[in-house]
């Protein structure tokens, strides 16, 4: 077994820029109740890209070093220096989730029960060659798993398990969601076929539709095309969607799918009312492709309500047992409900490259990078 191991970096400057490195690390000793993961496969996924790159204008990016340890500089607008204050100085390491081999394990029966598993893990930093973790933040893979399949086995299958959960949870009867074209949105589309729940899926692009019908969605809705609006109202109608998880965060897509709803609910009023129907909308915000300002017309009445919604919040409300039971039912269905595609796999110098930066900061739906921190 190695000594060391590559990690990679990010790091805010005093002098408004942002680094990114390849760092060597010694290997950690694994506690009573922890395992060292020799770590195959993490995914790049879009809550990676807040961490790796702040708000850096990655436009300005520069690579120096070798093209084994690259070293990436960007530089950071003034006034966005404010909120990132917290972090400055901090080399921080990256990458949420990821996949590979216990090659040693804590004195603990949990631990000792993962020694030479493949798991997937749930603990950050998972950009690194070595990732030490508490045994209860690993999912044991099915022997027939590979690292690679089971890489994205927390992030996306758990979101859409959890967006389900919601749903019962609020007492809803079908979701709206957008740019369902992505990873995440094609595996809860799987979700709620599987699962008997209506799903209108709102996608940006002709292309995006056709996947997406492809696989046996019913409902899918183009948010560019002419028609949008009147094939959003029917779809509504036709499964009583009150629910909208929203992946872009900015611009009018939120409040549109509210007020969409709301005119679906006043079609079917017998009696006027100036507050609106009493139907109530739910409209969850869960991502930020789109960083614009969120702008709401207030035409969709009283009954609504907008918050954030984030796994870990989720999971610290329905408790252990039942994050439990959500993490058995993916590694079940890893490679069937929640099998995870990429557009490409990178080593971490690659990753660290000006064409694969650019290539997944554009955050593009249906593109995914994997990064195989052994090549």
């Known amino acids: ?34 395992v060292l993961i020799q770590v195959e496969a993490a995914p790049i996924n879009p809550s990676d890209l807040a961490l790796l790159f702040g708000p850096a204008d990655m436009s300005t990016a520069r690579v120096s070093g070798t093209p084994e340890r690259p070293v990436v500089t960007a530089d950071i607008p003034a006034e966005a220096m404010r909120m990132v204050q917290g972090r400055l100085g901090q080399a921080l390491p990256a990458g949420n989730e990821g996949a590979g081999k216990v090659i040693a394990a804590g004195s603990s029966d949990a631990a000792q029960a993962l020694l030479g598993r493949t798991v997937g893990a749930f603990g950050g930093e998972m950009f690194s060659q070595y990732r030490c973790v508490s045994a209860h933040a690993c999912l044991p893979l099915n022997d027939d798993t590979s690292a690679i399949e089971g890489a994205s086995c927390f992030v996306n299958p758990m979101t859409a398990l959890g967006m389900v959960d919601t749903l019962h949870m609020e007492g809803h009867k079908a979701l709206v969601h957008t740019a369902a074209a992505s990873n995440l949105g094609q595996m809860l589309n799987r979700l709620c076929i599987k699962d008997g729940i ?12 056709a996947l997406l019908l ?16 009147p094939e959003l109202l029917a779809a509504l109608d036709k499964t009583n969607a009150t629910l909208a998880f929203d992946a872009l965060g900015g611009g009018k897509l939120g409040s549109t799918i509210l007020s969409s709803i709301e005119a679906v609910a006043a079609r079917k009023m017998t009696e006027y009312s100036r507050y609106g129907s009493n139907t109530f909308k739910q409209l969850y915000i869960y991502g930020g492709l789109d960083m614009g300002p969120t702008v709401l017309s207030r035409n969709f009445g009283f009954a609504w ?16 047992q039942r994050g439990a039971e959500l993490r058995e039912r993916v590694a079940a269905e890893i490679k069937t409900t ?14 660290l490259s000006l064409e694969a930066i650019t290539a997944y900061n554009r955050r593009a739906t249906g593109e995914k990078f994997l990064v195989l921190p052994q090549a």
């Open 214 to 229: 492809g696989q046996s969605a019913t409902h899918v809705v183009n948010s560019e095309a002419e028609n949008f609006h």
């Open 305 to 320: 309500s907008i918050g954030g919604w984030l796994l870990p919040l989720f999971l610290e409300k329905v408790g252990p």
């Open 1 to 34: 077994m190695a000594d060391t191991g590559l990690q990679l970096r990010t790091r805010v400057n005093e002098d408004n820029t942002l680094t990114l490195w390849l760092e060597e690390q010694a290997l950690p000793e694994p506690g009573a109740d922890q």
């Open 198 to 209: 209506p799903l209108v899926n709102i996608v940006r692009k002709p292309e995006q539709e």
């Open 338 to 351: 929640f099998a995870s595609h990429y557009t490409r796999q990178v080593s971490l110098a690659e990753a």
